[in-house]
């Protein structure tokens, strides 16, 4: 009951949460013209098309206005020019009842956060802020929350230390609580250790329950298969698409998958295989936020298979699939994970006579089932070549114990009697390990390798 009660505390409210009161914001993006800040892959109306979608996955939140401003660098204090900042200024005070504006860079500091709010009299945001807000609204496990709790770690470090240079700043003097020999810094600092560390043990705890699960799961030799790809790029729908699972309901918003889910689904030969949804990407993903969901995406490193699923219709396909492999570069996964990944190109329905300009991509349609069945005989064959699974036909005596033997440690899929002499040829896929028992249990049995 102690442990949770303590992570009840750890999971209240956040002091970083904008509030649940409607937003009306305007968005900023600072565009970079020229530079190693530039991305080559991207225009400035499609990435402030994002900062759109962004704010319109939160509910309540309206966009008033979308302004793009140039820039030669966007991380100095004003994050503008002189001129530009003036008349970006005088913009946003004529907007009617804007009550923020969401400046599209990946993080900006809390000396720049206070000055600019207090240059335009609103609440600013940057990326960092607004998708963590929309994890938070997302969050359905104590997994997710407390993972988001850890993304909010630096937030509120650097808050701190802008908070004290203000106060020193503004009183001077003794800057000791009460003869204690500590400084309100290093108080705070000691606080947000303590509580980093609190939600580190929780998240361990919970790593280590899911472990279990996965040797579990190990045990019964269900394959595997995570599917990833950027957000909103139809990963939900695919695993509703292959599986068959009515109680799965894709929604059309960005990071709609917070939480590593299972699902249980059949390939052609009747092997069963368990579909992992994960969390999606997005560009400019602060690392802090990433790192927070490790453990999530830890399960990543277990499967047998990645299917990466691309929305082959977004202007930014090319920069979102750069992103994703960049993310998974970064996870550390096992090199064989990569190298046999199945890349699809979702969302073919919408582009007339679509042909994947990649050599083995498969186009799919996950909405309308166009393509689902090379894609599962694709998943098949790498699953085959992953697991070490066989794929073999069994010559046995029905009045032996072979035919239960195989039903309980293998997947069974034809069974072809042959009356006359009380015989079966079975049609079975089996694991490397469970082969080996049945040749040792049964070593006159006659088998061919389909």
Known sequence: EDGEAALEELLGPSPLA??????????????????????????????????????????????????IIPTKNPNKKFVFGKGNFQALTEKIKKLPHVTAVFLNVERISSLTKKELEGAWGVQV??????????????????????????????????????EVSQ??????????????????L??????????????????????????????QRRKCEFPVVSVMGYTNCGKTTLI??????????????????LDITAHAGYLPSHMAVIYVDTIGFLTDLPHNLVESFSATLEEVAYSDLIVHVRDITHPEAVLQKATVLSVLRNLNLPSHLLDSMVEVHNKVDLVERYKPAEENALAVSALHGHGLEELKQEIEKKILTATGKKILTVNINLEGPQLSWLYKEATVQEVEVMPEDGTARVKVIISSSAFGRYKNLFPSSKISIS
Request: glycine share 6%; hydrophobic share 40%; charged share 25%.
């Open 18 to 67: 904008p509030g649940p009161g409607a937003q009306r914001v305007a968005i900023v993006h600072p565009a970079v013209k020229w530079g190693p800040q530039k991305s080559p892959l991207t225009t400035a109306e499609l990435q402030i098309a994002e900062a759109v979608a962004l704010v319109n996955t939160l509910q309540n939140w309206t966009v008033l206005d979308k302004i």
């Open 125 to 162: 945001f940057d990326r960092y802020t607004v998708v963590l807000h929309i994890f938070r609204c997302n969050a359905q496990t104590k997994e997710a929350k407390l993972q988001i709790a850890l993304a909010e770690i630096p937030l509120l470090r650097s808050n701190l230390k802008h």
């Open 167 to 184: 106060r020193d700043q503004q009183r001077g003097g003794s800057r000791y609580i009460m003869g204690s020999g500590e400084t309100f």
């Open 186 to 215: 290093e108080t705070q600092n000691r606080v947000l250790k303590e509580r980093e560390l609190k939600i580190r043990n929780a998240l361990e705890k919970l790593r280590r329950k899911r472990a279990l699960l996965r040797t």
């Open 240 to 257: 509703k698409a292959l599986t068959g699972e009515a109680g799965l309901q894709p929604r059309d918003q960005l990071f709609a998958t």
